[in-house]
C-alpha cells in the first residue's frame, strides 16, 4: 500500500552519524517531515508533543531503549495503535520475536536503504510484522531446474561470478539446472528472502544462515563460499606517538557489516584482548560501540566522523580505504584466526529433496571453480570486476583485485567443505561470550553428501 509522504515521523535513534543516515534515507524514500529524537525517553516527549504519524526507533538506547520505548507507548491508551518501526542492528530472529510480542509494527534490520525503510513503513500500515512462507513454482525446461542464487556486491562471493562466467563462455554446460543471479543491495533481503522461500539459495553470511535455522527456517548449508577475506581499518587519526590502541579505542564506534556476522565476532575478540568492553549500547557497560552500517559507506562516516577508530569489512572496500588514505591496516582476518569460514551457501531444503541432482552439479561445479579461481587470480579479478560492479559505480578495477587477491592469508576459494567444528566455534563464541543467537544442531543444518562427492570423500 501507497503511504502518505507527508506523515510526521518520530526517529529515535542515540547515534548522531545514524540520525544523520535516517534522514538522507528517508529523504530519498520520499519522507521529510522528520522530529528527531536522542533516546527512548527524549522520544516519548516528542511523541506526547507533536502526535506523530509513525515512529522509528533504534533499539540499543541509553536512559530508555527502544524496546522500553514500544512497551511505554503501548501501555498509553493515546498511542496503543500508533505505527512502531525497530530500525536497528538487532537483526537476529529472537530479537524481531520479541518486537512482535511487544506490539510492534515492523522491523527494519540495520543497515538498510530507501526501498527497505519503505518496505517497512508499508508493513506497519497494513499486515504487520508475521510473514508468511510462500511455496515457489519452479520452471523446468529440458530437465534443468531454474535455480536463483542470491549474493552482494563482494568478493566473497566470487566463486558464483566465475562459475556464471564459465557457463556463459561454454566452458562448463549444466545438465540439471540454469543458473540466474540476483545481486542484492545488502543482507536484509536474503536474510529475508532465504526466511520466506522466495529465495531458492544465497551466498550469505554463516551466522545468519544459522539463526535462520534456530527459528525454524527450512534451509541447509551445502558448502563453504569461500575462507578468509575480511579486514580490519583503523582510522587515519591513530597517533603512535601518543596513543595506545586501547586509549585510542576506547569510547570510539567500530563499524560492522551485520550483526550476525563473523566481522562482528572477530573485531569483539580484538578489542576484548586489548582490555576493552566492546558491544551494542544497553544493559551492559560497554566502552567501545558497535555499529551496524552499509560495507560501501564505512570508508566515508570514518573519514568525515573522527569518533570511528575503525571498521571490518571484506573486500574490496578495505583495500580501496587504505590506498585511499582514509585508514591504515589494523589486521587482516586471517591472521586472527587462519582459513576462517565466513560466507557460506544457503539453499531451500524443499529444492535439496526435490532435485538432488541439481545440488550435487552446483555444488560439484562450485567446487571445480574455486579451483578455476585460484589457478588464475588475474582472469579471476577480471571476472570480478563484471560480477561486482557490472554498471562500474564502485569503480573497481582488476589491479585492485589482483592487489586483494595478493595479500598475506588473502581470501580462497579451494578447499571449501563445510566443516561442522568452524561453525561451533563461531556459534559457541557468539552465545557464550557475546550472548548472541541460539546454539543449533549443526548435524541438521549442515548437509555434507554433495560436498563428500565433490571432494571425493567417502
Avoid at 529440458?142 to 549474493?151: I, M, P, S, T
Avoid at 540454469?178 to 544465497?202: F, K, R, V, Y
Avoid at 567501545?288 to 574490496?316: H, L, Q, S, T, Y
Avoid at 563445510?418 to 561470550?433: F, G, T
Wanted: net charge negative; with cysteine.
Amino acid at each position: 500500500m501507497a503511504v502518505d509522504p507527508n506523515i510526521k515521523i518520530v526517529v529515535a535513534d542515540d547515534s548522531g552519524t545514524m540520525r544523520i543516515m535516517f534522514k538522507q534515507i528517508l529523504a530519498k524514500a520520499g519522507f521529510s517531515n522528520l522530529v528527531m529524537a536522542v533516546n527512548g525517553v527524549d522520544g516519548l516527549e516528542k511523541v506526547k508533543v507533536e502526535k506523530p504519524d509513525l515512529v522509528i526507533s533504534d533499539w540499543n538506547m541509553p536512559t530508555l531503549d527502544g524496546l522500553g520505548f514500544l512497551k511505554e507507548l503501548r501501555a498509553s491508551e493515546a498511542f496503543k495503535d500508533l505505527p512502531f518501526i525497530m530500525a536497528t542492528a538487532q537483526a537476529d530472529m529472537g530479537q524481531q520475536k520479541a518486537i512482535l510480542e511487544a506490539g510492534g509494527n515492523a522491523h527494519c534490520p540495520k543497515p538498510f536503504n530507501e526501498q527497505e525503510i519503505t518496505k517497512a513503513i508499508e508493513r506497519a500500515f497494513s499486515g504487520g510484522m508475521k510473514k508468511q512462507r510462500i511455496t515457489k513454482k519452479r520452471s523446468i525446461i529440458g530437465g534443468r531446474v531454474e535455480l536463483n542464487v542470491a549474493h552482494i556486491q563482494i568478493t566473497d562471493h566470487l566463486a558464483l561470478g566465475a562459475l556464471k562466467h564459465r557457463i556463459n563462455q561454454g566452458d562448463v554446460t549444466p545438465q540439471h539446472f540454469d543458473l540466474s543471479t540476483s545481486l542484492m543491495g545488502g543482507w536484509n533481503p536474503i536474510q529475508e528472502g532465504l526466511e520466506s522461500g522466495e529465495i531458492d539459495c544465497a551466498f550469505v553470511l554463516a551466522p545468519i544462515a544459522m539463526d535462520l535455522f534456530a527459528y525454524d527456517s527450512p534451509i541447509q548449508l551445502v558448502l563453504f563460499a569461500h575462507k578468509n577475506g575480511s579486514t580490519f581499518v583503523r582510522s587515519r587519526h591513530y597517533d603512535y606517538r601518543f596513543d595506545s590502541l586501547q586509549s585510542f579505542y576506547k569510547y570510539k564506534v567500530v563499524d560492522i557489516p551485520h550483526k550476525m556476522s563473523v566481522h562482528h565476532m572477530l573485531a569483539h575478540q580484538f578489542l576484548k584482548e586489548l582490555g576493552l568492553k566492546p558491544g551494542v549500547p544497553g544493559k551492559k557497560a560497554i566502552n567501545v560501540r558497535f555499529e551496524v552500517v552499509p560495507p560501501i559507506k564505512m570508508p566515508g562516516i570514518m573519514k568525515e566522523n573522527e569518533d570511528v577508530g575503525g571498521f571490518m569489512v571484506a573486500e574490496p572496500v578495505a583495500t580501496k580505504a587504505i590506498k585511499g588514505g582514509i585508514g591504515n591496516l589494523e589486521f587482516y582476518s586471517a591472521t586472527r584466526w587462519e582459513n576462517h569460514p565466513c560466507c557460506i551457501v544457503a539453499m531451500q531444503k524443499d529444492f535439496i529433496q526435490k532435485h538432488p541432482e541439481a545440488v550435487q552439479e552446483f555444488v560439484s561445479l562450485l567446487v571445480d571453480t574455486g579451483e578455476f579461481i585460484e589457478n588464475d587470480k588475474a582472469r579471476a579479478a577480471n571476472i570480478a570486476v563484471k560480477f561486482l560492479d557490472p554498471e562500474g559505480k564502485m569503480g573497481l578495477s582488476s589491479q585492485v583485485l589482483q592487489n586483494v587477491f595478493s595479500q598475506p592469508m588473502a581470501i580462497c576459494w579451494d578447499g571449501l567443505y563445510p566443516e561442522a567444528s568452524d561453525l561451533d566455534k563461531i556459534q559457541r563464541y557468539m552465545h557464550d561470550v557475546m550472548e548472541i543467537g541460539k546454539i543449533i544442531d549443526l548435524e541438521n543444518f549442515i548437509d555434507p553428501s554433495f560436498a563428500n562427492i565433490a571432494f571425493n570423500i567417502n
